[in-house]
T-cell receptor, first 116, second 115 residues
Framework: AQSVTQPDIHITVSEGASLELRCNYSYGATPYLFWYVQSPGQGLQLLLKYFSGDTLVQGIKGFEAEFKRSQSSFNLRKPSVHWSDAAEYFC??????????????FGTGTQLKVEL | EPEVTQTPSHQVTQMGQEVILRCVPI?????FYWYRQILGQKVEFLVSFYNNEISEKSEIFDDQFSVERPDGSNFTLKIRSTKLEDSAMYFC?????????????FGPGTRLTVT
């Protein structure tokens, strides 16, 4: 069965600093990987996804993530964090369902705090 | 921009009562899902729904749970007899068909509190 590990529960960075959020996955086949962000009182917003091809994927809000098969990782990065990026970030792996669509398995999330 | 909506945002119910959580997926999406997040825990998959039937369900989704798409726009989750451990945030999601079928769009969630 698939699983996702986000080793950092909380991360604090200063505004303008770079950010890297770690994600490791376990999945038997080529994974479909996602990063979602959740702001307080909001739903989960899709930041970016990896299905195949270029291992460096770009997302919304200036985020990017790199798929490294050898390390089973899909870390999220941003070169310069803004105060509005403070939120909870979830990494997820998708398993294709025989009936169509996919089932997401989420990590426990990383809470990002941005210091001004 | 189209979005998934959920009502109510917060539902309080007594143990043993039936609750129905409502979702309006994005128009023209084909796949529908429910997930839940118990406070302090991971977001967990409950069920997926396609072509008017359940395509997969988790172990959590026992006989107390049911889903329905009663018309062309709503997607509901019913819990027949709520338990204290059903208290959680419930998220609805939908995804389009074709090559974008794996991109799920989530609603803001319904916080269910069972007392």
């Amino acid at each position: 069965a698939q699983s996702v590990t986000q080793p950092d529960i909380h991360i604090t960075v200063s505004e303008g600093a770079s950010l890297e959020l770690r994600c490791n996955y376990s999945y038997g086949a080529t994974p479909y990987l996602f990063w979602y962000v959740q702001s307080p009182g909001q739903g989960l917003q899709l930041l970016l996804k990896y299905f195949s091809g270029d291992t460096l994927v770009q997302g919304i809000k200036g985020f990017e993530a790199e798929f490294k098969r050898s390390q089973s990782s899909f870390n999220l990065r941003k070169p310069s964090v803004h105060w509005s990026d403070a939120a909870e970030y979830f990494c997820a792996v998708g398993a294709i369902l025989t009936g169509g669509g996919n089932k997401l398995t989420f990590g426990t999330g990383t809470q990002l705090k941005v210091e001004l | 921009e189209p979005e998934v909506t959920q009502t109510p945002s917060h539902q309080v119910t007594q143990m043993g009562q039936e609750v129905i959580l409502r979702c309006v997926p994005i128009s023209n999406h084909l796949y529908f899902y429910w997930y839940r997040q118990i406070l302090g825990q991971k977001v967990e998959f409950l069920v997926s729904f396609y072509n008017n039937e359940i395509s997969e369900k988790s172990e959590i989704f026992d006989d107390q749970f049911s889903v329905e798409r009663p018309d062309g726009s709503n997607f509901t989750l019913k819990i027949r007899s709520t338990k204290l451990e059903d208290s959680a945030m419930y998220f609805c999601a939908s995804s389009p068909g074709g090559s974008l079928a794996y991109e799920q769009y989530f609603g803001p969630g319904t916080r269910l509190t069972v007392t």
